[in-house]
């Protein structure tokens, strides 16, 4: 009798083998007889199918038949052997090689940009479709390979968007972003759909949700930053509290929990604690003293200079009033004046920085309250001044261009005036105000400052005496 209720029983065995993790075929039939004679022993000394098949069953450790499997397919599989080695092999080496280019990249060593790029192309046509496709092998499912595409699709976006920003390329932007919101809403969800879907046992799934919600926002971080979005610091700063005031905790008494201890509260309050303390570390973390005193120190050198230009400037001026061209006189004028109300753009900023850290009327060298993260977004970008600043000083290089012909001349304008660049979009306009302190963004007022005194030293001497 004892057959005939396994032969009514062999599909559900069968089935079970497989929620367990075997998908090669010929194991599976090997294990699928293994279990059936174990079953009919046990069933021999007198007990019924359920019990022995339940102890039969609970012998076998959760991930044990997908180990041996794995081991299965590399010892007999030659074909999947020679793919994984292949794979092995490409993520090595791919892995080193754009760990090199970072390198020279950072040490600005020749062939940074070759190295990088021949990683990423090993990683996006090698690595990637070899691991995605001996994963996909060793699923339960194969009639669904679409997490395995949207996998590699998003990965593959995401390392060409960070060459291509690495690189200066076009259209990095784009692919960074298309790759982060794919992972962030559909590979990730998928994954851990799955991965809960494969658990024996369907505990909590806060673990699960977030665990997500950790990687999602770390990327969603990283996204903000590398493409200075507003907003970046916020992102980072909570997906780092998700990270060790949630997701580690969880990990921890998870591990703990499957040591067979059932008392976790006191570890999970103290890795509670320890992620509080390392997120409030962080949110506090600013420039070394030496590092905020330094831009102190060239914040006033810069206005020392700046004074001295602006004296020889009135020098000029003084000789360009006797001029008898009315049209010379004219421009000189326009120079000037246009140069007065960005340098009062300029006063109106710094004064206000030191109106946000109540060192209204301190010189510069007795500043204190340099750390502060607020006050350049506050009183420079959300104010508007600072981008109002951009354009007024661009319109004045434009105008400088319409009235200096020397190509040496409108060269060293140019440098003068850096912040009408991207450069200067940049720091006026968002991610390197708003996450610099006070002192820094204070030292790049000045040193525009600065720049718009030289540009219109230089226009006004040219005028005056060269051309």
Known sequence: MNPA?????????????????????????????????????????????????????????????????????????????????????????????????????????????????VGVLMTVIGFLPLYFRSSYLEMKEKTKPIYHIVGYITLSLILLGVLFKSQHWPGAAVMLTVGVTLTVFGFLPFYFRSSYRELEEKKNPVFGIVGYMTLALLLAGALFKILHWPGAGIVIITSLGFLVVGFVPLFVVNIYQKTGRD???????????????????????????????????????????????????????????????????????????????????????????????????????????????????????????????????????EMLHGLVSDPVILSQIDDHLHLTGSVGTMEYGGADVTSSPMIRVYYMNGAAAKGIALSEYVALEYLLNGQ
């Open 5 to 117: 209720v396994i032969d009514d029983n062999y599909e559900r065995i069968r089935g079970d083998l497989i929620n367990h993790g075997l998908t090669y075929d010929p194991l599976l039939d090997d294990m699928l007889d293994h279990v059936c004679c174990m079953v009919e022993d046990h069933m021999s000394s007198g007990k019924d199918f359920e019990s022995s098949y339940s102890t039969v069953l609970g012998s076998i450790p959760g991930n044990r038949l997908r180990i041996i499997q794995h081991q299965t397919l590399l010892n007999l599989d030659k074909k999947y052997q020679r793919m994984k080695k292949i794979t092995y092999v490409f993520g090595l080496i791919s892995t080193l090689v754009m760990i090199l280019g970072a390198l020279f990249k950072r040490m600005n060593l020749p062939g940074a940009g070759i190295l990088f790029t």
């Open 263 to 397: 008392k976790i509260l006191l570890p999970y309050l103290v890795m509670v604690l320890v992620g509080i303390s390392l997120v409030m570390l962080i949110g506090n973390v600013r420039m070394s003293r030496e590092t905020l005193d330094l831009y102190r120190a060239e914040s006033v050198s810069n206005e020392m200079q700046t004074e001295v230009i602006r004296e020889r400037t009135a020098e000029l001026l003084s000789v360009g009033g006797n001029s008898s061209s009315r049209e010379l006189e004219l421009a000189l004028t326009s120079i000037h004046t246009r140069a007065g109300e960005l340098m009062n753009m300029v006063g109106t900023m710094q004064e206000g920085l030191k109106e946000y850290v109540d060192q209204q009327g301190i010189a510069t060298s007795e500043m204190t309250g340099m750390e502060n993260i607020r006050a350049g977004r506050d009183v420079v970008v959300d104010s508007g001044l600072g981008w109002e600043f951009v354009q007024g000083a661009r319109e004045f290089r």
